[in-house]
């Protein structure tokens, strides 16, 4: 994790701001200690005399340092431990930030989620409480976003958690700056997250995005790769463009790519029919966001494809989409009907189900024209029946 040092906050970075103070998520912290011994093999003590080991002495210098040794290494162990604590809690705290970052950046503007507007961060400084008249009101934030935006007309997240260590120091003007943050964090910004986690979709959506993909979900998706990548390939071409860290060309691929999956979603009949925009655009966004290993939620599947392909909408993450859009689209939670078929379906039944209206769309028509493919079982993205009752077989025994 990079930290940042803004030169309006005094040298205090966020990750300083975590690592060095009390736990803000209520774990255990404590402060770094750097203790070192020198734990080399002693020369044996011998009588100047005879030439002879004291072999007294010498037993006892060895026990003496075998037990240095051990003191070394439980110091280290002890903080090794505190140092993955810390991270641990840094992480958590950051993650939390995130979420409420993504959220006020993306209302109203559902694919919006790395760049955040001066009004937002108002609404949000009211929503959790921080505006207060004579200490922080609507023109001293605004000034102070000129300051760390540097003029821009919004902020990305890190600059966003250097800023939000400036407004801790504004409200609490009595503290150190890395208390004032975590007073800022649990007094203010932490309820925050929890009132809309409760009262909006942010709840619904953490539970339902998260849901760990099983074996046959995997099985179902790798029979089914080529055909995949050739759709990856014709809907998001940009994504198999030469890598390029140009941060312009790398602005147009992130805009060309959330306008193809706008297509894409219009064209293979997933929105508005299964999913709403706002839905779908929210599973983009968590898919993009989760690190590449975690894209499963399984720790016994750590990966789907490998090796990947693609820039930022890789294939491993199209791949990951399409099961979320089928685990969330037949979710029971997604009908206002009353079916209770849904409540029967298994995770490959979704998945499967999402294929087959892929499959029977005009965007499957157009992506067969392009490929100058007919239907057959080549082009078909629904595994044929005999490949399916072995799957069924194999994860029911």
Do not use: W
């Not at 300083?16 to 080399?40: E, K, R």
């Not at 003496?64 to 431990?81: P, V």
């Not at 942010?202 to 074996?215: A, I, S």
């Amino acid at each position: 994790m990079t930290g940042f040092t803004s030169s309006f906050n005094h040298g205090v970075s966020f990750e300083q701001s975590i690592a060095s103070s009390p736990n803000p998520m209520h774990l255990y912290s404590g402060t770094q200690q750097n203790i070192s011994f020198d734990v080399s093999s002693p020369t044996p003590i011998r009588n100047p005399e005879t030439s002879e080991n004291f072999p007294n002495q010498e037993v006892h210098l060895q026990s003496a340092i075998q037990d240095q040794k051990g003191l070394a290494e439980s110091n280290q162990n002890n903080q090794n431990d505190e140092i993955q604590q810390n991270k641990k809690t840094r992480d958590e705290v950051k993650a939390v930030l995130k979420k409420v970052f993504m959220f006020y950046a993306s209302f109203g503007d559902r694919m919006n989620s790395d760049n955040i507007k001066s009004n937002k961060i108002f609404k949000m400084m009211q929503d959790c409480q921080v505006i207060e008249p004579g200490v922080l009101n609507k023109k001293s934030l605004d000034l102070l976003f000129c300051q760390y935006s540097k003029n821009r007309p919004s902020m990305s997240f890190d600059i966003f958690l250097s800023m939000l260590i400036k407004i801790g120091q504004i409200k609490f003007p009595d503290q150190d700056p890395k208390q004032a943050f975590l007073m800022l964090f649990e007094q203010h910004l932490k309820p925050l997250y929890g009132n809309l986690y409760a009262e909006t979709d942010m709840g619904d959506y953490d539970v339902l995005f998260k849901e760990p993909l099983d074996r046959p979900i995997v099985a179902i998706l790798t029979n089914v790769k080529g055909v995949l990548q050739k759709m990856h390939q014709t809907c998001f071409p940009l994504e198999y463009e030469v890598k390029n860290e140009n941060p312009e060309l790398q602005s147009y691929i992130k805009h060309k790519t959330e306008t193809c999956l706008g297509t894409f979603l219009k064209d293979f009949d997933v929105c508005p029919s299964l999913l709403t925009k706002s839905t779908a655009y929210s599973l983009f966004v968590e898919v993009l966001e989760t690190p590449i290993e975690q894209l499963t939620h399984n720790p016994e599947i750590s990966v789907i494809v490998q090796p990947d392909i693609g820039n930022r909408f890789t294939l491993a993450r199209f791949m990951t989409y399409l099961a979320r859009l089928a685990l969330v689209g037949y979710s029971p939670d997604n009908f206002t009907r009353n079916n209770q078929e849904y409540f029967k379906l298994s995770n490959g039944d979704k998945l499967l189900l999402l294929l087959e209206r892929l499959e029977f769309s005009m965007g499957y028509v157009n992506f067969e024209r392009k490929m100058n493919a007919t239907h057959n079982n080549r082009t078909k993205i629904v595994p044929n029946k005999q490949f399916l009752k072995k799957v069924i077989h194999y994860f029911d025994d």
